[in-house]
């Protein structure tokens, strides 16, 4: 079974930094492309990056290319989302997903559980 | 604002069918196709069409999508409580150089 599995909540102060982690399971995590996607409460989901375990190849979307840093550690089949200069406006949920080739158009199958972070003094 | 137009929240009554749209533009939908995500509560979303009308193995064939120009649509038919749900469209944008969600639609079964 493919499966993505993210680290546990967080609490952080304003002007922080964390790193949440996504580890896969069930496939060649070097095959597929490895994306984020932030989704704040009551709000729709934001691409936010894309990392190629393979090559460590990174795309950012512009919106959070200043604030993120994507990388993998192939040894152990995991990805990471590191944030800095937290603000209480990036209270959210992470998502990680392996985004599944199709060609014109890929898509996020599966999705990790989610990791919430909360920024608050 | 999200480059893909959604509908923000649709009802309907059991049994009935539903359709959620999704706007878009030349540099997404009307270039590439589009995926269908549900995301029920408390739960992470979940791909539900693929590459504009594809349903992956063990999605309901009550689910149905299609596409036409810069606008693509999700029906539901036979509408079930268990349907409670927000549902995001998806495709790649040229200007952002990635993929783009939909707002997302609240649909909820009366």
């Known amino acids: 079974e493919v499966q993505l599995v993210q680290s546990g909540a967080e609490v952080k102060e304003p002007g922080q930094s964390l790193k949440i982690s996504c580890k896969a399971s069930g496939y060649r995590f070097t095959d597929f492309w490895i994306g984020w996607v932030r989704q704040r409460a009551d709000k729709g989901l934001e691409w936010m990056g894309l990392?190629?375990?393979?090559?460590?190849?990174?795309r950012y979307s512009p919106s959070f290319q200043d604030q993120i840093t994507i990388s993998v550690d192939k040894s152990i089949n995991t990805a990471y989302l590191q944030l800095t200069s937290l603000e209480p406006s990036d209270t959210a949920i992470y998502y990680c997903?392996?985004?599944?080739?199709?060609?014109?158009?890929?898509?996020?199958?599966?999705w990790g559980q989610g990791t919430l972070v909360t920024v608050s003094s | 604002q999200s480059l893909l137009t959604q509908p923000p929240s649709l009802s309907e009554a059991p049994r009935q069918r539903v359709t959620i749209s999704c706007s878009g533009s030349?540099?997404?939908?009307?270039?590439?196709?589009v995926n269908w995500y549900q995301q029920l509560p408390g739960k992470a979303p979940k791909v539900l069409i693929y590459y504009d009308d594809m349903l992956p193995s063990g999605v309901s064939d009550r689910f149905s999508g299609s596409k036409s120009g810069t606008s693509a649509s999700l029906a539901i038919s036979g509408l079930q409580s268990e349907d409670e749900a927000h549902y995001y469209c998806a495709s790649w944008d040229d200007s952002l150089n990635g993929p783009v969600f939909g707002g997302g639609t609240k649909l909820t079964v009366l």
């Open positions: 030349s540099s997404n939908i009307g270039s590439y196709p």
């Open positions: 997903a392996r985004e599944v080739p199709g060609g014109d158009v890929d898509w996020f199958d599966p």
């Open positions: 990392i190629y375990p393979g090559d460590s190849e990174t």
